[in-house]
Every structure is written in C-alpha cells, then in structure tokens.
C-alpha cells in the first residue's frame, strides 16, 4: 500500500543546530517521486525537491540536505546550521507511476527553530 | 506572475447550504487537484483532474464535487456542507501528469461550517 510515515509530530532546536527531519515511505511500485514541501507560519505550501525512484544521489542546496535510500525506503531532510525562518511544518509526499496519479502526504513534522 | 488563485481565502457558512470554492492557475498546467488539511492529518488527496474533462477521486472525495471544463479551472463544490468539513482547503497544478512534478499550490481557502 502507499504510505508515507513522518514520525516526528513535532520538533523544537535552538538555532544554529543542525536538525534532520525523517520521511519513511511505503510502496509496491519500481517508479515513483518523493518530494518535500515547505509550509511556513504564512500558510502556503513551498516546494523544495523532488527525487525519483532511481536516482539515489543525496542533494545539498545551501543549508538544505536530503538523504534518499532505497534499502530502507526514507527520504530524510536535513537543515544545517538551523534558522528562525527554517521553522515550520515539512511535508514529506510520496507519488507512483501506477497509482493513477494520486499523491499521497505524510502528516507533516512541525519544526520550531528557538532563537 | 505564475500562480494558482484560490477564492474565497476565508468562508463561513452553515450547514447545508451549497457552495463553490474556485481555483484558478496560468501556467497552462494539465494537472490540477483539491487538499483538504486537518490538524494531525496533514494533508489529503479530495480530487484530481489530469486535463480537461477528466477528473478522479483522492482519497477523501466524500461530500465534494469537481468539474474541469476548461484548463486553467477547477472548482470545488461542496453540495450540502456539514461541519465536518470545515478545514483548511488547498488547490495545486502541475505540469504533465502529475506525479513526476512539483505542485505549485494556492493560497489556501479556509473553511469554516457550523
């Protein structure tokens, strides 16, 4: 079945630190994307990156890092050096090539960035 | 500027009283869908439609309708509210087919039945 699991509820670190928020999915399909979108305290929903299911290359942008590993079906993101403006809900989705096009989200992971 | 508008931002309204919450997107993308966003659910699948004419259930589609008469549109209609779906309401477009591209996302509609 597709499933995507952000255990992480919430999140709370002083800035500066480094935090890595987890994303485990769930799938029968050999093709599918993962993707991370971003929603600040504003309200709108920010995309960051999307991986598809045979490119395993981690990815740094600035700050930003994103682990893909297939052997343990996660996806997890990383913020180096955490700021204020990084705290928000993170939202991990997973889509499939023969799941009719539906994309399915996890719950999200709040993240609090204390000053 | 690319974008998906959402209208109304905010609404009120009670129960049973039939209304449409419109989406409408300029970049000609061929995928559109409906999220609903609850707290501890995050967010879930209503609708989605893969071009003109052609839409499909999510995951929630119970109590909502969609139409998809013309590309750039795609309305929601909640026929008979019920306070269950008072939620935080988001339309999203995508080039192609959808699940190989980034969502860009409007600006959320957020709905309130009592």
């Known amino acids: 079945a597709q499933k995507v699991t952000q255990a992480q509820t919430e999140i709370s670190v002083v800035e500066k630190e480094d935090v890595t928020l987890d994303c485990v999915y769930e799938?029968?399909?050999?093709?599918?994307?993962l993707f991370w979108y971003k929603q600040p305290p504003s309200g709108e929903l920010v995309f960051l990156i999307r991986?598809?299911?045979?490119?395993?290359q981690n990815e740094i942008s600035g700050r930003y890092s994103w682990n893909f590993q297939k052997s343990t079906s996660s996806f997890n993101f990383t913020i180096t050096a955490s700021q204020v403006v990084d705290s928000a809900v993170y939202f991990c989705?997973?889509?499939?090539?023969?799941?009719?096009?539906?994309?399915?989200f996890g719950k999200g992971t709040r993240l609090h960035i204390l000053p | 500027e690319a974008q998906v508008t959402q209208n109304p931002r905010y609404l009120i309204t009670v129960t049973g009283k039939k209304l449409t919450v419109t989406c409408s997107q300029n970049?000609?993308?061929?995928?559109m869908s409906w999220y609903r966003q609850d707290p501890g659910l995050g967010l879930r699948q209503i609708y989605y439609?893969?071009?003109?004419?052609?839409?499909d259930k999510g995951d929630v589609p119970e109590g909502y309708k969609v139409s998809r008469k013309e590309k750039r549109n795609f309305p929601l209609i909640l026929e008979s509210p019920s306070p269950n779906q008072t939620s935080l309401y988001f339309c999203?477009?995508?080039?192609?087919?959808?699940?190989?591209?980034?969502?860009?996302f409007g600006q959320g509609t957020r709905l309130t039945v009592v």
């Open positions: 439609s893969m071009n003109v004419e052609v839409t």
């Open positions: 991986r598809n299911s045979f490119d395993e």
């Open positions: 999203a477009s995508s080039h192609g087919s959808g699940y190989n591209t980034e969502a860009f």
């Open positions: 799938t029968r399909d050999t093709t599918y994307y």
């Open positions: 970049m000609n993308h061929e995928y």
């Open positions: 989705a997973l889509s499939e090539r023969n799941r009719d096009d539906k994309i399915i």
